[in-house]
């Protein structure tokens, strides 16, 4: 609740954005059905990287994707976040992270209902503390980046599926995050604007030199990006430089 | 995010599901409103009461009287009979004076007066009934009578005995009914019932009001009608033919002094002087503790009314905790999008929370209104219907209304409460959801 201006980005001690070390997860602990989903995953990303994560359903990408963004923590080891021990961290130190260095793209957009475009890309900016003017100002710039301002009074249900995906992306964008992770981001849409949401994607990554995360099973979108992690059975199997 | 920020979004989130905040506002409504109109109802007769009371004589008079001492015993009843009032029985001008001299400093004024009978006045073709009064200085201001003209019976017109009289405006316009004569300074003739007569001489011109007076035949026709005609009090004596005191007498309480307790003490003064009469007492009797009495009364009616209306509202805060758990089992997903956007616990617990409390609000105000327009409602009823039988005497039913204050704000009070009460529990089930469970929530 308190109003602290948005962090401006950090320089890290060095370019390296993620650390993992031997992150492990698992589910119901103690119980004979406990289940381990990720098994001593040790990760490292550098800032500005565009990197995938492909795997089959059940190989763990969720979960991978649940720690990287900081909605959940590892059972055991290590993860940093531009220097930040993000494994040992509080709820409320989880929310902040996830309010102002992640930015979220998901398959369902995830945008609240009966809430127009311009709105929902405030949300994270509201929950950062920022002025309702200031707010309306960068909201309007965002989504004028996304190809959206036009239609910013339009509410999720007026707005197709790939237009409701760039006011999603404008929104994973409104706090100035360090990374941006999107999961499936395609998946719910055709391939004619699945692709005009890959280029966004890299006209972010280009002109905004940001660090992308793409988590997907599908290879042709994959070998778009610069760097691809297959996950299975909640190990990496193959880490491939250079997709592009 | 701050305080205006949640209203703002609580107001958003209400006015996306219209019919269903209604719903849930009903039940705070109709209890508010309930409340606001029983506390609007007693709070208006309480002040209704107090200003009838205080038109027809304030809270500072004690009437003081003659009763009969009644047998304490069942078997002495059966064979009693009522005593018959001597002269000597009566209150003396001697036990006033020592009355007055004993409480100088708690009273005002000591009223007497002296009841005659009733007559009729001839002027040619005109005539006017008349209801002959003695009294002493005093009596008019203590019955708040408002003289028009001339002048009040004073100290000197008992002492000297005069034959001054004040007539009511009523008894002008028939009396010298198409003449236009002053009446001040007119002498009349009064042929009394009783057969005795009364020569007089007008001083003074009193406004005629029909409740004062407790003349409740409307139906009487205007010019029948017998209005009071006061003269000094030692003049009625020497009609009446009576020598010694009074069966009653009237006592203004000074400013400031407790009328109750005056009251009391008048009693127990009385009784001291009475104390070797076996057939007579002094009894007393004042309007403030009537009406405190009256007061009380309508207090706990209200109170107890407005016990029941709470109730209501209970089970209103029922109704908003039930809808504000279907509405966060129903927004689940988009808890956990504002989560994964970086919403604190802290936030989604206080956005809820002023969701219900604002739900509370609105319904609280929506029923303050009805209830204060039901009172108005009600007030205008009774005069409309009131004045059916009421005729002139209007002024007795005529309602004021006025909205207790106090209870508008403690009502909108109750009403925050309850938002609070009922809102805190869903509020906080809805910030403790795990991000992730519910952002997969389908």
């Known amino acids: 609740m308190k109003k602290t201006a948005v962090q401006e980005k950090t320089p890290p001690a060095s370019d390296m954005m993620i650390d993992m070390k031997q992150i492990v997860k698992r589910y119901y602990i103690g119980q004979p059905n406990e289940l381990q989903i990720l098994n ?5 990303v550098n800032e500005g990287q565009f990197v995938s994560i492909v795997g089959e359903s059940g190989s763990g990408k969720s979960t991978l994707m649940n720690i990287i963004g900081a909605l959940d923590r590892p059972t055991s080891g290590s993860y940093f976040l531009e220097g930040m021990d993000i494994a040992n961290m509080r709820d409320v130190q989880l929310s902040n992270i996830r309010n102002r260095r992640i930015g979220f793209v998901f398959q ?9 475009a311009l709105k929902n890309v405030e949300i994270p900016m509201m929950y950062a503390g920022i002025g309702r003017r200031e707010r309306r100002e960068r909201a309007e710039a965002l989504l004028e980046t996304v190809g959206m301002k036009d239609r910013m009074s339009h509410k999720p249900n007026e707005l197709s599926g790939g237009q409701n995906q760039r006011v999603a992306i404008a929104r994973a964008m409104s706090n100035n995050p360090a990374i941006i992770l999107a999961d499936e981001p395609t998946g719910a849409l055709d391939s004619k604007t699945g692709h005009m949401v890959m280029d966004l994607f890299h006209k972010l990554h280009e002109e905004k030199k940001k660090t992308i995360i793409l988590i997907t099973h599908s290879p042709e979108l994959a070998k778009e990006t610069e760097r691809i992690i297959t996950l299975c059975d ?11 | 995010m701050g305080f205006l920020e949640c209203i703002r979004l609580s107001v958003g989130n209400i006015r996306i599901n219209k019919l269903r905040s209604f719903l849930t506002m009903l039940g705070i409504i109709i209890g508010i409103s309930s409340v606001i109109t029983i506390t609007t109802i007693g709070n208006s007769l309480k002040l209704t009461i107090a200003n009838t009371m205080n038109d027809l004589g304030g809270a500072n008079r004690i009437y003081g009287w003659l009763e009969a001492v009644f047998p304490e015993n069942d078997e002495d009843y059966e064979t009693w009979i009522y005593p018959e009032l001597e002269e000597d029985d009566l209150i003396s001008q001697e036990m006033i004076d020592q009355y007055k001299e004993a409480f100088k400093d708690e009273i005002s004024q000591v009223i007497i007066s002296e009841y005659v009978g009733t007559g009729r006045t001839i002027n040619g073709e005109n005539y006017a009934n008349v209801d002959i009064m003695g009294i002493s200085d005093g009596y008019l201001q203590s019955n708040k009578i408002n003289i028009l003209s001339g002048r009040n019976i004073t100290d000197r017109d008992c002492t000297e005995v005069k034959n001054a009289c004040v007539v009511s405006d009523l008894f002008v316009k028939y009396y010298f009914k198409d003449q236009d004569v002053n009446p001040l300074g007119q002498e009349i003739m009064v042929d009394q ?12 011109v009193y406004q005629y009001e029909a409740v004062k007076f407790g003349n409740m035949d409307s139906r009487t026709a205007e010019k029948d009608r017998s209005t009071q005609m006061f003269i000094p009090v030692t003049a009625a004596k020497k009609i009446n033919n009576s020598v010694g005191g009074y069966e009653s007498i009237q006592i203004v309480a000074a400013q400031g002094a407790d009328a109750t307790q005056l009251s009391v003490q008048t009693s127990e003064f009385f009784n ?14 004042d309007m403030a503790s009537e009406l405190g009495t009256i007061s009380k009364v309508l207090d706990v009616v209200t109170v107890a009314i407005a016990v029941i209306a709470a109730i209501s509202l209970v089970v209103g805060g029922i109704g908003v905790m039930n809808i504000m758990l279907v ?7 988009e808890i956990g999008i504002r989560k994964a956007l970086g919403a604190k616990n802290g936030s989604i617990r206080i956005q809820f929370l002023t969701e ?9 105000l929506i029923g303050v209104l009805i209830g204060v327009f039901n009172g108005f409602m ?12 009421a005729g002139e005497y209007m002024d007795v039913l005529t309602i004021t209304i006025q909205p207790s204050v106090a209870a508008i704000l403690i009502s909108l009070f109750f009403s925050i409460l309850i938002g609070v009460i009922f809102g805190y529990y869903p509020a906080n089930r809805a910030a403790k959801m795990s991000p992730i469970d519910a952002l997969r929530y389908e």
């Open chain 1, 40 to 44: 001593e995953i040790s990760l490292q």
């Open chain 1, 108 to 116: 369902n957009f995830y945008l609240i209902p009966r809430t127009s």
């Open chain 1, 234 to 244: 909640g190990s990496i199997e193959h880490d491939t430089q250079g997709g592009v």
């Open chain 2, 193 to 204: 019932a009783e057969g005795n007569t009364f020569h007089g001489v007008i001083v003074g």
């Open chain 2, 272 to 285: 001291d002087l009475y104390s070797s009469n076996e057939d007579w007492m002094f009894e007393s009797y």
């Open chain 2, 327 to 333: 509405s966060i089992i129903e927004r689940t997903k």
């Open chain 2, 356 to 364: 219900a409390i604002v739900i509370c609000l609105i319904g609280g």
């Open chain 2, 378 to 389: 009600i007030g205008k009823l009774v005069t409309v219907f009131g004045a059916d039988f």
